[in-house]
């Protein structure tokens, strides 16, 4: 089971992730500091994405220990969803993917 905020977006290589999908906007996702009500303002409706409800910061190490433990599925893929094909090794390296890596792309295989 793939997990991605925009399926348009899926893109892992040798990865046949089409068909199924949790669907949200990464480009519409408010912060903490007010972001929420200017959405608000702006799109005349409560943004999806709300910190603390909908949102949670979760650390890179913790989704990839749920994803290798996850009962029901299979990790096949996990990279950085904005960075380029080339830095995508950085989620191999512990201390460097908590700190350059954003938006943990975790592609699952269901049993």
């Known amino acids: 089971m793939p ?3 925009d399926p348009p977006e899926m893109h892992a290589p040798d990865i046949d992730l089409a068909g199924v999908a949790i669907h949200g906007s990464g480009t519409a996702i408010p912060a903490r500091n007010g ?3 200017r959405y608000r303002r702006i799109h005349r409706h409560e ?3 709300r910190f603390g409800t ?3 910061a979760v650390h890179c190490r913790d989704g990839l ?3 290798r433990s996850a009962p029901s599925g299979e990790l096949l893929a996990a990279f950085p969803r904005y960075h380029p094909r080339w830095a ?3 989620v191999h390296v512990p201390i460097l993917r908590e700190l350059l ?3 943990l792309v975790l592609a699952l295989r269901k049993h």
């Open 65 to 67: 220990a749920w994803a």
């Open 3 to 5: 997990v991605e905020p």
């Open 47 to 49: 943004p999806k994405n």
């Open 35 to 37: 972001a929420a009500r």
């Open 54 to 56: 909908s949102l949670f």
């Open 88 to 90: 995508w090794r950085l």
């Open 101 to 103: 890596v954003s938006n």
